[in-house]
């Protein structure tokens, strides 16, 4: 599977759009680009997925670039409820490889 | 629904014991996993279950874990003995087959030996 890059943390303010980035300049054709958060002392839990067109949920946006390279996952109306690390995943037919993830501190 | 279920939450052992964590997935779920997550870094699977057969197990340490899932429903991993580097979260998650696209995950055994 591709191997990701995010930034190690970032903060956002309460209310405001958060942005997570992901680089994954190495994709294969047949991997998707998946999303997980993990809030402090529990599991990790899906956000959101997708291939190479843009997707949208009730939890979150997922924007990939036409090159596929990259993508951002957008929370558009943060809480303090979202402050988590955030694992931005490129998976083919394997299981599940997480990286060390974006720590995302909301700020109120 | 009920979710995936772990127990225990916690464990602190001495090293060289025994322990064990136990998993109910959810119901349906054929597809189990067991991951593995030390302080400051992701989930690392050590094994994945299709029903009861183990068909990926190349990460877990085999001299001291294992890890049955009888009956394709509940997993139990053990580690025996344990030693003070085991000290870590054990995840547990599920998803209907192995071509899902998500993972349903317990909220973990957070085991610490002194």
């Known amino acids: 599977d591709a191997k990701t890059t995010q930034p190690p943390s970032m903060d956002c303010a309460e209310g405001r759009a958060a942005n997570l980035p992901c680089n994954h300049s190495t994709i294969s054709g047949n991997e998707y680009v998946y999303w997980y958060r993990q809030i402090h002392s529990q599991g990790p839990q899906y956000i959101i997925h997708?291939?190479?067109n843009n997707e949208t949920n009730e939890m979150a946006s997922l924007i990939i670039t036409e090159d596929r390279k990259s993508s951002t996952l957008i929370l558009p109306h943060a809480t303090l409820r979202d402050t988590a690390v955030y694992y931005c995943i490129v998976k083919g037919n394997t299981p599940l490889v997480f990286g060390k993830g974006t720590r995302l501190s909301v700020i109120a | 629904e009920a979710g995936v279920v772990q127990s225990p939450r916690y464990k602190i052992i001495e090293k060289k014991q025994p322990v064990a964590f136990w998993c109910n997935p959810i119901s349906g779920h054929n597809t189990l996993y067991w991951y593995l997550q030390n302080l400051g870094q992701g989930p690392e699977l050590l094994i994945r279950y299709e029903n009861e057969e183990a068909v990926d197990d190349s990460q877990l340490p085999k001299d001291r874990f294992s890890a049955e899932r009888l009956k394709g429903v509940d997993s139990t991993l053990k580690i025996q003995p344990a030693e003070l580097g085991d000290s870590a979260v054990y995840l547990c998650?599920?998803?209907?087959?192995?071509?899902?696209?998500?993972?349903?995950f317990g909220a973990g055994s957070r085991l610490t030996v002194l």
């Open positions: 997708g291939l190479k």
């Open positions: 998650a599920s998803s209907f087959n192995s071509g899902a696209n998500v993972l349903t």
